[in-house]
DNA sequence: GGCTTAACCTAATGTCATTAGGTTCAGATG
DNA sequence: CATCTGAACCTAATGACATTAGGTTAAGCC
């Protein structure tokens, strides 16, 4: 009495590692949970996933390709604050929508760079934060640290209230449109190098 | 041919799973390992720590203790931009000292609440951070926002400058200082509420 | 119909987390 | 000083997991 096959593959079980991670959290992704889920034994997984470390990583991988799509999507034919709200609410609600999948994202670098040459979408992500900068016309290197500082924000205002950071009373809905009017003020005047800095 | 003993005690092993924590990362953080440092079985821990849940707990509060008495110490006496780049310059310094036990913090707050309630750090951590925007005159709600957008950026930079985010070219040093003014900046003139938003 | 190649499996090893049920040391009590 | 007590440790055992080695077996190709 044999099962039919599963038809697995590298993909097919960074899936189901994905859809794990979101459902019970990015370290509760064990080997043994997703082989079970696939109704497959531990050990069949090795043929398609190196180890633990490269499943999270192509998970870390899948995550930054979809999130990268999803604002793509969404600022697509926009420019100035119209992109970068549309960039930044695309941007939370991916993690919103898949919480494991973005912790996967946070992990320090790690991956096959093999792997990672592949997948488009961290070089993507790049790019088009770049882009929806360019409206604000910023010359480097102040468009290079408008670029961290915005990712900074992002990321760590959706990190912190993942964290359950913000369990004050002020909605952090509020906090974050407030926040998004914000940078864009201080993206439209970016403070120039006081004379007296050395810098 | 007996050990002497060893002398634990909660802090005791605490303090060693911080340290391991900023030697190997967070997540090699084990029982085991933290047994092995001190010179003892694994079990014998558990007289001390509920289990490997609970000593990441107390290590996160552990952490916010510490960086929040380097941040008060760095800030005492100052006020305005001083005050927010000392806040930030502690800030920053204390994860790249330590980054287990700043990984530590990042955890979703999973912790004793008793415990918790004996720890000052997390909630001096807030009250500092208001008192360092004190100077900027800021009314609820707005202040909360400020303050969650600092937090943000903070954590965000720091953050994603730990997992190798900003393998660009330019120095993170230098982004970080510029981040710095454009926050500052950003602060003394908080943007208005829109005339034409309803919120 | 045999062959190759994946896709799976069984078995085994080693690391951890955690619990149960003792020892033993250090100091208070008599 | 003898002892009692509680905290500090230990041994032993169980049960997840991760990972490897060494088979089976299904599916498509000739």
Redesign the interface.
Known sequence: MRMARAGLTADRVTLAGAELADEVGL?HVTMSAVARRLGVKDASLYAHVRNLEDLRGRIALLAADEKTIRIAEDTAGRAGKDALVAFANAYRAYAHDHPGRYTAT????QIDPELAARAPGPRRAVELTYGMLRAYALDE??L??AV??V???????V??E?????A?A?P?E??W???L??L???LE???A??EGDP?
Chains 1, 2 share one sequence.
Request: aromatic share 6%; with cysteine; glycine share 6%.
């Open positions: 370290d946070q992990i320090p670098i290197p102040d290079t640290d961290r500082l990712r900074s924000t992002l990321h760590g205002f990190s912190l993942a964290a359950g950071g913000f004050h002020r952090a509020d906090s449109a407030r926040c009017d914000a864009h003020t201080l005047r970016w403070p190098r006081h810098t």
